[in-house]
C-alpha cells in the first residue's frame, strides 16, 4: 500500500468525529483532507526525528527557556483554550494538565477557564516557584500526575525534543478520560507515523491540533 493511500487512510479514521467549537469553523471531512493532504512530511519520522536529535532540550539544559519569550505563542494559543472550555467537549471528571509549563502564564489562563482546583503545571524546572506546577521529567518511568480530562503537551517541539514529546503523547493516550481532550503541535509537524488510533482530530489551526479521546 503506497504512503499516500496510508496517510489518506489514517487521517479519515481520525476525522471520523470532527465536532465544531464555539466561535470556530466547523472541519468537514472534504475541507481537511483536501488541506491536510500535503501536510504530512514523508520522511518526518519517529525514527528521523529521534536519529537527528541525539538530545532533547531538557537533556542541555534544565532551564533552556530561560530569557525566551512566548508572547507571540500565547496570543496563538490562549485563544484556542477559551474556544475549548466554551465548546462543553472537556469531560467534568478529570484535571486540566499543562506538560511543560515554563512560567505558569498559560496556567493562570487555565486557571480562569476551569478553575484552579482543575488545573495543574508540570516542567523540569519551576521557573517562577508556582506551587501548581511539579518538577518531572515526563520520560522518567516514576512521573505520575492525576488523571486528566485534558493534556496539553506544551513540552518544547517535536524536531527538538522527539522524546520528550512521544513520552507526553504516550502518556495522555494512556491516561485521558474517554472523550478527554489533548493538544499537540499543528499537523505538520507531527511524525508522520504517529500512532493517532484512538484518538479524532477535532480541530487544526496554526500552530495547533486538538483531538479527542474515543
Request: hydrophobic residues 35%; charged residues 20%; proline residues 2%.
Amino acid at each position: 500500500m503506497s504512503f499516500e493511500l496510508t496517510r489518506r487512510k489514517l487521517i479519515l479514521s481520525t476525522l471520523g468525529g470532527v465536532a465544531s467549537f464555539a466561535g470556530i469553523k466547523e472541519l468537514s471531512q472534504e475541507s481537511t483532507l483536501e488541506a491536510l493532504s500535503g501536510l504530512f512530511i514523508r520522511d518526518h519520522t519517529l525514527q528521523t526525528l529521534l536519529e537527528s536529535s541525539v538530545r532533547d532540550k531538557a537533556d542541555k539544559s534544565t532551564s533552556y527557556l530561560s530569557g525566551t519569550d512566548m508572547s507571540e505563542w500565547h496570543r496563538e494559543i490562549h485563544p484556542v483554550l477559551a474556544k475549548i472550555a466554551r465548546s462543553g467537549l472537556v469531560p467534568s471528571q478529570g484535571k486540566i494538565i499543562e506538560l511543560g509549563s515554563y512560567q505558569g502564564k498559560s496556567l493562570r489562563v487555565l486557571n480562569k477557564l476551569f478553575g484552579a482546583d482543575r488545573v495543574r503545571g508540570c516542567d523540569i524546572h519551576n521557573y517562577t516557584h508556582n506551587s501548581q506546577i511539579s518538577i518531572q521529567d515526563v520520560r522518567s518511568e516514576s512521573f505520575q500526575m492525576e488523571t486528566p480530562a485534558l493534556v496539553w503537551s506544551d513540552v518544547s517541539n517535536w524536531t527538538n525534543s522527539p522524546r520528550s514529546k512521544l513520552a507526553a503523547f504516550n502518556w495522555a493516550k494512556n491516561n485521558l478520560v474517554s472523550g478527554g481532550i489533548y493538544i499537540d503541535d499543528r499537523l505538520r509537524n507531527l511524525p508522520s507515523d504517529l500512532d493517532l488510533s484512538g484518538f479524532k482530530l477535532i480541530f487544526s489551526q496554526g500552530y495547533v491540533s486538538v483531538f479527542r479521546k474515543t
